[in-house]
């Protein structure tokens, strides 16, 4: 697989699984993007949102967001071997462009040799600006038989009737946007708001940025049904990194599951 460059910087992925602590396994991994700088850069790596940056100074946010999802899609198609899925980010800039192309998705599947239900399209709430097109660009994905996370859901503002208009199968919640607060109490709160509007929508319930295990055990609690974080795995070029110590945290926490 030949090295994907983007204005001099090589571009790699990692990944960090996605774990469903009542059925003791890896259901997925997401996918984040790597820069190793040119020989004559001063510094070693680049930050990713530092290369974003100069996509969008350049006006090329949509080449740079292609690269990304070629390189997720070849690293983990050379790795896996169990069908796992594939959550990555998708931009605004992107979404428009593969609703009005979808093929072009179409092409990069056939290239990784991945089966469309294995690739989780992960959409931002807080990103798009445009919720009319958010909707249109989730009916796209599903209807060439992509999966749709929403990701970074605002929990004290969406409701079931937001989020089921848009028919995900995934909902995602960062915990550090909940770092706002210490309180306990309305943390769990909001895990349970959470699962609540999965389980109306019909979708599955995903926290991430678990750093603790308190934090596992307060989401799983509350009935979350997938955990993402430090806490299993750093993430890394390898699917399959950490494994021995990631299963020990499962086992840990089976005794907190409803």
């Known amino acids: 697989m030949s090295p994907l460059i983007y204005q001099g910087f090589t571009l790699s992925s990692s990944f960090q699984p996605i774990i469903n602590i009542r059925h003791q396994q890896v259901i997925g991994y997401e996918a984040f993007i790597r820069s190793k700088p040119p020989s ?18 350049l006006d090329q946010l949509v080449l740079l967001d292609q690269l990304c ?31 009005s192309h979808s093929y072009l998705l179409d092409h990069l599947l056939k290239q990784s040799l991945l089966s469309p239900c294995q690739l989780i399209i992960e959409l ?21 038989g992509l999966l749709v996370a929403l990701d970074d859901i ?13 028919r995900p199968d995934i909902i995602k919640c960062d915990l550090r946007d ?9 943390t769990s ?12 929508v019909g979708c599955l319930s995903v926290i991430r940025a678990v750093e603790t295990e308190k ?44």
């Open 40 to 57: 004559n850069h001063q510094q070693s790596k680049a930050n990713p949102a530092a290369l974003f940056s100069l996509a969008t100074r």
């Open 69 to 99: 999802r070629i390189s997720h899609c070849q690293s983990f198609s050379a790795q896996d071997l169990s069908g796992n899925w594939l959550f990555f980010k998708q931009t605004e800039a992107l979404a428009r462009q593969d609703f």
């Open 124 to 144: 931002s709430e807080k990103a798009f600006k445009d919720k009319g097109l958010l909707k249109e660009v989730a009916n796209t994905y599903k209807a060439i």
């Open 154 to 166: 605002e929990l004290s503002k969406t409701t079931a009737y937001h989020i089921e208009s848009i």
């Open 178 to 186: 909940l770092h706002r607060t210490e309180n306990q109490h309305h």
């Open 189 to 200: 709160h909001l895990f349970t708001k959470l699962v609540a509007v999965a389980n109306e």
């Open 215 to 258: 934090q596992a055990v307060l989401a799983l609690s509350s009935g979350i049904d997938l955990l993402q974080g430090n806490l299993f795995s750093l993430p890394s070029s390898s699917l399959y990194a950490g494994s021995t110590t990631l299963h020990q945290h499962i086992q840990q926490l089976q005794q907190y599951i409803l």
